[in-house]
């Protein structure tokens, strides 16, 4: 036995016994000491058994993307408490097989940890061994190699730094398989690292304030890095203070509460009316928590416009856009800065007795409403896609169920039109759009909490890519609600693929999806009258909690080709 200090919490340590360890074991030590209590994976991986020792959960997804799409979904909760997703896998196919779920954890601005296996240092600039660092490079913020055991605690320290600080995103650390083997002796040079919080100059943001003040028609574009700082109250603070309204991006959806008299929703490139409206009229646009890049699947912000551009990541600034005002920091530190300065400016109750502004968003919204209503209420058969976002938006509990859309048209129906009330209510995702990432996006979401009712809305197309990771959430005690669109076609491709669709069928694709759920440990639901989907998702809810099961909902729809888009 040998004496080691180890690390207790955060900058503490205490001395104890401990046998002789590997670099996997003090691997293993350092998570459980920064908190993980779960690790998605896919093996082989000798971390592995490791964190297993350590009493830290192992979860084996169906395939390495579902693990890090888990992974993703947990981090998007928990970050602002200081908890991230781990991800691990085998070195070479695993590593391979991985890619893509990082690139979407990149593109989104997720923090996750990825410890691959590494071909061993004699083999890894060998052809053609899979460098996981090299090839990984460009979709992470850090990425590092074990090449000696005794690197371990400061390559951990760099990792774990990197996931705290900064611009979200995930970060790599290979782990040679000849090296890791070795005895670590120095796991006491480990120290847990803090995360800083940044805070803008206070002369820019003076002047922030003083531009937003004047402005005829200013609108606030919140993005997630609200969610990812907890600002979500601060949020809503400013805009009441200042009766600005309020549009948010696709993952910053829920950032503030959809029923709020200055909420505008949520911009993806569909949105609802008002979001377009405003983002046109407006002359002074400030971003908080926003990278503001450009992307296929949101809003891009019109020319002419004064822009006061806040992220904690100086890199985004003027990166897409003109930025008139640059205020790097923390959202949250920011918000809680601006607020003061407004009190400062014009008082301690700012403008919260104007209403102006709170009946022109109340009136484009009935308007638009009134526009989709033959749409959201529509008996057709088979069933209308907006008709059932109608009833889930009738049925479930807003406060307690966490939602999330797929890839694609389900996506693109549902965002405008499902309402998110408390922070991460919604988990909005795609600047890459990976289909399938809904359903193990959700078991992560049912990891960081179990209490809430964790639904996934995606189309046929979508299903085919992950859903047997419903195996994952029935094994693992993690049960999520999935409302499948089963149009049995890959939405709009005929206008796209019309000879392709029209003459081959490219497209087409069926199957008994409440049958694959059944074979899979779960319940399937089919649903063909609208009238019925508001008890197929009561009767969801209570098999989710109450038996522990996943539920696939199978609806049969309609393709359906209009959007809420208001471009012109």
């Known amino acids: 036995m040998r004496s080691v200090i180890l690390p207790q919490a955060p900058n503490s340590f205490k001395c104890m016994e401990i046998s002789w360890m590997n670099g996997y074991d003090a691997i293993a030590k350092i998570l459980k000491q920064e908190g993980f209590d779960w690790l998605a994976c896919f093996p082989a991986n000798p971390l592995i058994e490791a964190v297993a020792k350590e009493g830290i959960r192992p979860i084996v997804f ?70 996981a660092p090299e090839n990984y490079k460009n979709i992470m913020k850090w990425t590092g190699s074990i090449n000696k055991t005794e690197r371990i605690p400061s390559l951990m320290r760099q990792a774990i730094s990197s996931l705290k600080n900064g611009r979200p995103g995930p970060v790599l650390l290979e782990m040679q398989r000849d090296v890791m083997g070795a005895e670590v002796t120095n796991l006491s040079e480990y120290g847990s690292p803090e995360a800083y919080i940044a805070a803008p100059s206070k002369t820019e943001l003076r002047d922030a304030v003083k531009k937003l003040l004047s402005a005829k028609r200013p609108v606030i574009w919140a993005g997630q890095g609200v969610l990812y700082s907890g600002a979500s109250d601060k949020l809503t603070e400013l805009a009441e ?53 450009k992307t296929n699947y949101g809003i891009d912000v019109p020319d002419g416009k004064t822009l006061i551009h806040s992220s904690n990541n100086s890199e985004d600034i003027n990166k897409e856009y003109p930025t008139d005002i640059g205020l790097v920091g923390d ?51 088979p069933i209308n896609p907006y008709r059932l976002v109608n009833e889930i938006n009738k049925t479930v509990d807003h406060e307690t169920t966490i939602f999330t859309h797929d890839a694609g048209h389900p996506r693109d129906q549902v965002m405008p039109f499902y309402v998110a009330t408390v922070p991460h209510s919604y988990i909005g995702w795609g600047k890459s759009t990976h289909l399938g990432y809904g359903i193990p996006l959700m078991i992560g979401a049912k990891i960081a909490d179990p209490s809430k009712f964790c639904v996934n809305f995606m189309g046929d197309a979508a ?106």
């Open 241 to 293: 203070l200042t009766q600005i309204p309020v549009l948010t991006t696709m993952p910053g959806k829920s950032a503030i509460d959809e029923r709020h008299a200055l909420s505008l929703g949520a911009a993806n490139r569909t949105a609802p009316k008002p979001v377009w409206e405003w983002i046109k009229a407006s002359d002074v646009l400030f971003a908080i928590g926003a990278s503001l890049s």
């Open 463 to 568: 299903f085919g890519m992950s859903g047997l990771d419903l195996e994952t959430s029935n094994r693992n005690g993690t049960p999520i609600t999935t409302i499948l669109l089963n149009n049995g076609t890959m939405g709009g491709y005929n206008r796209s693929l019309p000879t392709a669709m029209g003459e081959f069928g490219a497209g087409n694709m069926t199957g008994d999806y409440a049958g694959v759920s059944e074979a899979l440990g779960g319940v399937g639901i089919k649903i063909t009258d609208p009238k019925e989907i508001s008890a197929a998702l009561t009767k969801a809810r209570q098999i989710n909690f109450d038996d522990g099961k996943s539920v696939l909902i199978d609806v049969r729809t309609q393709q359906e080709l209009k959007f809420s888009t208001y471009s012109d």
């Open 331 to 381: 959202a949250r530190k920011t918000l809680c800065m601006m607020i003061d300065e407004v009190k400062g400016q014009i008082g301690e109750e700012g403008r919260m007795k104007e209403t102006s502004t709170r009946e022109a968003v109340a009136e484009v919204k009935k308007e638009w409403l009134q526009e989709w209503s033959n749409l959201l209420n529509s008996d057709m058969s």
């Open 62 to 131: 169906r395939q390495e993307r579902g693990g890090i799409m888990a992974a993703d979904g947990f981090s998007r909760l928990m970050a602002e408490k200081g908890k991230y997703g781990v991800f691990a896998c085998q070195g070479g196919p695993g590593a391979e097989n991985a890619f893509g779920g990082f690139a979407q954890a990149w593109a989104d601005s997720v923090p996750i940890i990825f410890l691959p296996d590494g071909p061993g240092t004699d083999k890894t600039d060998v052809l053609p061994n899979f460098s």
